[in-house]
């Protein structure tokens, strides 16, 4: 069965015995290619496995991006009427730049 190039084997490297693991059970794939249980990354490192689960959150994978800083651009120019929209919009454009309220006129 060694010879079956379907079969996914380990190709860790064992320097001291110079050759190739070729464990075939319980294989997975990782970035440095097939690894059995014993020769995984963590395991190598001494660590335990990551246990499967949600992941970091969507804030840890996303930056600040400078169209979000465009929104106050933007609540300007509908609030002058330079750029169109709903009137729902509009009034509210109004209202986030208003600052005739805080002059206590």
């Known amino acids: 069965m060694k010879d079956d190039p379907q079969r996914p084997e380990c190709r860790h490297w064992i320097g001291a015995e110079r050759r190739h693991c070729r464990s075939g059970e319980n294989i997975r ?7 059995c249980p014993i020769h ?29 800083d465009s929104r106050v651009h933007d ?10 929209s709903h009137p729902g919009q509009y009034r509210a454009a109004q209202a986030a730049v208003d600052h005739r309220s805080e002059l206590n006129l």
């Not at 794939?29 to 690894?35: C, E, I, N």
């Not at 995984?40 to 689960?53: D, I, N, V």
């Open 75 to 84: 609540a300007q120019a509908i609030a002058s009427g330079k750029r169109r």
């Open 29 to 35: 794939a990782y970035l440095t290619g097939p690894r």
């Open 40 to 68: 995984t990354p963590s395991a190598l490192l001494g660590k335990p496995e990551p246990q499967p689960g949600p992941g970091l959150p969507t804030g840890a994978w996303t930056t600040p991006s400078p169209i979000s």
